[in-house]
């Protein structure tokens, strides 16, 4: 309502028009169209001829009088039609506004082409008119023009001409100046006229001038290249400078290099002097530091300016770098690694991985900048072999510290009997070898686990996530270790001249119980350590832990053979020479038993005592409650071969080992050198064994007067006093002494054995 | 071959069995200037006039006269050193014209020259304890077995005696006797107080290292012709056998002289056992 109260309001000029029912309303609108468009091009007949037959144009409630109110209209509307009529109405309203809006609109174009069409035929005449002008204008001013021009080419032609004579001159003050990069502008400028109409005089004297400039240019420009006191950037400016100058660029790629060479090979001998012979070198991390920092960052300065330079050059110019980069890296690696020799004496892992870090790392930058160098893959390379070199360093580390063990224990052993009072006993002596070498086993494998940590650059190369870990450390370190020390125990066994036993037994024993404990416990204990530690993770083969302990327990059982043999041979010296040297056929009637016998039961329960330290008890056969019930068999079957003695009828003596020899189908034969157990029983049986086989057979060789067998007699019961408790099966030693005095019965001319209660008496009063 | 003159006859002159035939005095080697004999040994070859007889630390070379009645002391040395040295065996080198004998004390070996009755070589500590008893190879120059009282027996080669050329170590016992067979030298024979007697084959520093080489038109047409492939085969060192009939220690081994294929054993108690060489062996030997 309000829009068509708006549309009303403007001009009033609107054809009347009254608001009938849709019915006629096709008629009507034409006749409206009409009258707007009279409206609009004939105003004023329109309003002269009025519209006789048109409503009161003083009708207010003429939609299109000039006198509209649309108050009065909207008044009248409501108040004379009804609902139906009024909704009617609103909606023929609404169309009746939009199609005047476009009617509006089209009148108003229409208006304005029509102005636009006058103006444009009056720019069209105007245009005309100055076309006209500007032709003869420029008729006019055309000769001018081109003198103009003329003018002008001389004028920037006069001034090329002064730049160019006046260029030798500017060129030598560019130089004096020291701007060189100026001077080469003004010469790359001049350079290609010149070169042009140097078949001129003047141009060619011009351009002699410049060149001898120019080459006086190079030249200083090569000196202050060559001078190096400038950095290298300088350096790279002056290169710059002499390739736009034209310098041929292989031959400065060959002094650049050659000049960069210089600054190297000043670094290098620099390190090389702190290697020096004599003062101690500063630290390994402090001469990486100066390598990474002096030779290093050099090299990668030297590459990457070179490379800024002469990319151009292509891969010959690649190649060439390449090839200093490798020459000069060498070297470097040359003097890293003679730093790094003298490293391997040291024990400080720690900073050696820091510095190997370092070197490493630095060394990745030129590796990304130098590909074909392989300045990164040397760099790796040294690493790992200084890393299998610190292996093995750490295990000859633990080799050396077994064997200083080994001595400090020889030392212990050997010194209580000086001091004439016991000393540190031998599991006390078993437990600090054991905790000893387990600590250096451990520090080894912390100090060898830095090569791993996380954060050192070198620890992810494939080397050291496989083969460093499981052949380097596990076989190489560990499982090495384990070997050679049981190769070491084990030499002990074949010292030549068993003999001379430069070995001290307790050694040997406490070295077998080393080794049996590294069977049971120790060697599973220090791999999965180890396994923890570096986590062995590829397809090399590794030795078992069941091997090892195979191993291990091998040498504990041959350790422990050789103990029972040379304890053995030390008890069998004694009886040997007892029996040897002593005159049998002309010796008194026995009172005591000898001094020998007593120190051999001494010495066996001293074995026995030592034994004990280390091993456990064993098991023996049953004994008999009483072992003094033997006593009287032996002598029976001495006495029953007294008996037959005497006659030496050729048949005697069978009749005489008859009994022993039947006794002998019923025992076992006895082995005196057997494999012995792990336990007390088993060595003290073995030694025993080889003393009394020992005792025997020296009788054999011996003639006894009746004297003489009734002392073996005596010693034998002695013995077996003595000797039964120390063995798994004192039937052994029962049978072992019957057969000593039967010989000796069997040696004898005249054998009247002893009364056993004379025996027993004068045993137990020794 | 000379027969055997029992070590002990010596010493133990009582035994004078009554039911054997009487042995008779021959010739009586004059011992008071030195004490304990501890072994004759006839001169292997030749004429058998000398005896080598060792006697405490004393070497002594016996010349029997022309009608074997008397015997004269032709040349003797004797041991420097500190301690009682005495010899424990000796034998005499069958190779070299047979100037050369072998002697045993304590632990060391040494060689003499019979001409000079001078040392020609020595092996300290040749075994860990008493050297018992000693036999040169028969065959083969310079081949010496010793045995002693670590268990062991060990060859040597006596031109170079820092090193056994090989050493078995398979009695457990001392080792009482050591002798090689006198035709086939790579049989050897051991006894030991462990009352075991071993049979071994040593047949890679034996005089046929590579069996026993045959020509063709030695073979003769019987059937064992597998046998003789099997020879070329490499032949390795081992133990034949071990006998164990003894059942006290045994303190004499040897081989018949009459058959290379038998031997007998010597026990305390008395025994005496003779074995044969296994017939397998003897024929892998012989074709």
């Known amino acids: 309502m309000a829009a068509a109260a708006a549309a009303g309001s403007s001009p009033g000029s609107r054809p009347g028009d009254s608001p009938e029912g849709p019915e006629g309303e096709a008629p009507e609108r034409r006749r409206k169209a009409h009258g707007m468009l009279k409206l609009y091009y004939g105003l004023s007949e329109g309003e002269a001829a009025g519209r006789p037959a048109g409503p009161d144009p003083l009708d207010p409630t003429d939609l299109n009088g000039a006198h509209f109110d649309p108050e009065v209209y909207l008044d009248k509307l409501r108040r004379e039609c009804p609902l139906a009529q009024l909704m009617d109405s609103e909606t023929d309203m609404v169309r009746r506004i939009r199609a005047l809006d476009a009617t509006y609109t089209i009148r108003k174009m229409k208006n304005d082409f029509r102005k636009m069409e006058d103006e444009m035929d009056r720019l069209a005449t105007n245009m005309a008119v100055i076309t006209d002008f500007s032709a003869r204008i420029s008729a006019t001013l055309q000769d001018r023009h081109e003198r103009i021009t003329k003018l002008a ?42 070169q042009q109409y140097q078949h001129l005089p003047s141009f060619r004297a011009i351009q002699d001038d410049c060149q001898v400039i120019t080459a006086r240019l190079a030249q200083q420009l090569r000196q202050r290249f060559r001078e190096g006191g400038s950095g290298a950037p300088e350096q790279a400016e002056c290169v710059e400078l002499l390739l736009a100058l034209g310098e041929p660029a292989e031959e400065l790629c060959e002094e650049f290099l050659a000049h960069a060479r210089g600054r190297l090979e000043e670094e290098l001998r620099s390190l090389e002097a702190e290697l020096g012979p004599s003062p101690p070198a500063p630290d390994v991390l402090e001469f990486t530091d100066h390598g990474g920092s002096g030779f290093v960052g050099g090299l990668c300065q030297v590459a990457a300016a070179y490379q800024e330079l002469f990319a151009a050059q292509g891969p010959a110019g690649a190649e060439r770098l390449a090839a200093f980069a490798r020459e000069l890296g060498s070297r470097y690696f040359a003097l890293v690694e003679r730093r790094l020799a003298q490293e391997q004496g040291g024990g400080d892992n720690s900073l050696l991985v820091r510095a190997l870090d370092r070197f490493h790392r630095r060394l990745r930058a030129p590796g990304a900048l130098l590909a074909a160098a392989g300045l990164a893959e040397a760099a790796t390379e040294i690493v790992e072999r200084v890393a299998r070199e610190r292996l093995g360093h750490h295990l000859q580390g633990l080799r050396a510290a077994f ?38 086993i451990k520090a080894s494998l912390a100090a060898v686990h830095l090569f791993t940590a996380k954060e050192v650059s070198f620890s992810n190369k494939p080397y050291f996530r496989g083969e460093f870990c499981s052949q380097g450390v596990r076989e190489g370190l560990i499982v090495g270790f384990i070997r050679s020390m049981c190769q070491t125990a084990q030499s002990f066994c074949d010292s030549p001249g068993e003999k001379g036993g430069a070995t001290p037994p307790a050694l040997l024993l406490l070295l077998s119980r080393l080794c049996l404990d590294y069977e049971t416990a120790t060697i599973s204990y220090i791999l999965t350590l180890t396994d923890e530690q570096f986590l062995v993770q590829d397809q090399f083969p590794v030795t078992p832990v069941s091997t090892l302990c195979a191993e291990a327990r091998e040498t504990a059982r041959r350790l422990l053979t050789h103990y029972v043999k040379v304890q053995g041979l030390v008890i069998s010296q004694m009886l040997r020479k007892s029996v040897e040297t002593r005159d049998w056929l002309s010796t008194l009637e026995p009172r005591n038993v000898r001094a020998v016998m007593k120190r051999v039961v001494e010495d066996t329960t001293a074995i026995d005592v030592q034994v004990g330290l280390l091993y456990e008890e064993g098991v023996r056969k049953a004994q008999s409650s009483d072992s003094s019930k033997r006593t009287f068999s032996v002598y029976s079957s001495s006495r029953q071969q007294g008996r037959y003695a005497p006659s030496y009828t050729p048949s005697a003596p069978m009749d005489t080992n008859l009994l022993s020899n039947i006794q002998k189908l019923f025992s076992e034969r006895i082995d005196v050198f057997s494999p012995v157990e792990f336990n007390k029983v088993s060595v003290l049986t073995g030694i025993i064994k080889i003393s009394l086989k020992t005792l025997l057979e020296c009788v054999r060789l011996r003639t006894f007067g009746r004297f003489g067998l009734q002392q073996v007699q005596v010693d034998c019961h002695f013995l077996q006093l003595y000797l039964w408790r120390f063995v798994a099966d004192e039937e052994l030693v029962h049978l072992l002494l019957d057969e000593v005095v039967a010989s000796a019965a069997l040696r004898c001319p005249d054998p009247v054995p002893m009364e056993p209660s004379v025996v027993e008496v004068i045993c137990e009063r020794g | 071959m000379p027969k055997e003159l029992e070590s002990g006859s010596h010493e133990s002159p009582d035994d004078s069995s009554s039911t054997a035939q009487t042995l008779e005095l021959l010739c009586h080697l004059d011992n008071t200037a030195h004490s304990n004999m501890a072994c004759v040994v006839w001169e292997p070859m030749g004429d058998g006039k000398k005896i080598i007889s060792l006697a405490d630390n004393h070497i002594l070379l016996w010349d029997l006269q022309e009608s074997s009645s008397q015997a004269v002391l032709a040349s003797s040395a004797s041991l420097g050193g500190k301690g009682q040295l005495k010899f424990t065996s000796g034998r005499w080198s069958p190779h070299h014209n047979c100037t050369q004998v072998a002697t045993a004390n304590d632990t060391t070996l040494r060689g003499w020259d019979t001409r000079t009755m001078s040392q020609i070589y020595c092996i300290e500590n040749a075994h860990g304890q008493l050297v018992r008893d000693l036999d040169f190879n028969p065959n083969k120059q310079y081949y010496l077995a010793s045995c002693g009282d670590d268990c062991k027996v060990k060859f040597w080669d006596t031109r170079n005696v820092t090193e056994p050329v090989k050493t078995l170590e398979e009695h457990s016992h001392w080792v009482w006797n050591v002798r090689y067979n006198h035709s086939h030298d790579q049989l050897v024979l051991t006894g030991s107080s462990d009352s075991r007697v071993i049979l071994s084959n040593m047949v890679s520093i034996s005089s046929e290292p590579f069996g026993h080489l045959v020509d063709d038109d030695d073979i003769s047409d019987q059937e064992d012709h597998r046998s003789e492939e099997k020879s070329k085969e490499p032949l390795q060192d081992n133990v034949i056998a071990t006998y164990e009939e003894h059942e006290d220690s045994v303190y004499a081994v040897d081989w018949s002289s009459a058959d290379p294929w038998l031997f007998a054993s010597l026990s305390y108690d008395g025994r005496l056992v003779i074995n044969r060489v296994p017939r397998a062996l003897k024929y892998h030997i012989l074709l």
């Open chain 1, 153 to 194: 080419g001389v004028h920037a032609l006069l001034r090329k001409l002064q730049f160019l004579f006046e260029l030798p001159s500017r060129l030598t003050k560019c130089v004096e100046l020291g701007a060189y990069g100026q001077a080469v502008r003004y010469q790359g400028r001049a350079q290609a006229v010149l």
């Open chain 1, 403 to 440: 064997l200083g063990c080994l001595t400090d224990v020889r030392q212990a052993l050997a010194a209580p009997r000086v001091a004439g009072k016991e000393g540190p006993g031998l599991a006390e002596l078993l437990a600090n070898v054991a905790s000893s070498i387990l600590s250096h």
